[in-house]
């Protein structure tokens, strides 16, 4: 039996024009407003040295369609997967699948990916508090912090969803910060063709123990995490 997962209106919400990583969130008010300010602002710098690289070297951007696994890889033990959907907005296309366990733990899983990085990279925490979320770093107590993912706690219409997400493509789970960036310009200005992906798994936090929500959203997360970092790479 499938568990309630985040619906599909959601889906082009909460993936929305940026899925960077929540760096050091702290609360959805002011802080995640501010923060967005600051990386449009890098963002534009970023994206007009892009430009500039791009008429230096006067190669065309890399294009093509984004690609993903194959189901197999999705499937982990313990879990029962739905079906996947599809969707494409705004240059980035969003699976979307709802696993379940027998212990009664449910867990939407989103992989968002596209060839330019633009749409993918970006603060997932933005769009959540835009939708009037409170979203706050997960405790270190509760999900124990680890190279190329983060963790928050989203509270908001009368929900409280836990969030464990990273960013990839072909080097590795680079983040979404200026080593990222960097790369992504690099392989605009050289022509090289790359895939971009975010990946993020969100389990409801008020339906079950807390501990086991924080144990299963982790067990699911670094396990695709891990496989996607694996057949992304070159």
């Known amino acids: 039996m499938q568990g309630r997962g985040v619906g599909n209106g959601a889906l082009l919400h909460w993936p929305g024009g940026g899925a960077g990583g929540v760096v050091g969130a702290d609360s959805a008010s002011a802080r995640p407003r501010r923060t967005g300010w600051i990386r449009c602002l890098i963002l534009v710098a970023v994206m007009a040295t892009g430009t500039w690289l791009h008429t230096m070297v006067g190669r065309p951007l890399p294009a093509g369609a ?3 696994p194959e189901t197999g890889l999705f499937a982990v033990d313990g879990w029962s997967a739905g079906p996947v959907g599809v969707q494409e907005a705004w240059g980035v296309h969003h699976l979307r699948r709802v696993y379940s366990r027998l212990d009664g733990v449910t867990a939407t ?6 060839t330019r990085g633009k749409g993918v990279y970006g603060d997932a925490g933005i769009p959540l508090a835009g939708k009037g979320y409170e979203v706050d770093a997960a405790p270190a107590a509760l999900v124990a912090p680890a190279a190329g993912r983060r963790a928050v706690l989203a509270r908001g219409e009368g929900r409280v969803w836990l969030m464990l997400y990273g960013y990839g493509e072909s080097r590795g789970l680079l983040g979404n910060g ?13 022509g090289r063709p790359n895939n971009y992906f975010q990946l993020r798994v969100l389990v409801p936090f008020d339906e079950v123990a807390p501990q086991l929500a924080a144990d299963a959203t982790v067990e699911l997360g670094d396990t695709l995490m891990a496989r996607l970092a694996a057949w992304y790479r070159v």
């Open 66 to 68: 984004p690609r993903w």
């Open 109 to 114: 899983v989103i992989l968002s990916t596209n």
């Open 178 to 190: 200026l080593r990222a960036w960097g790369a992504v310009l690099a392989d605009a200005a050289l």
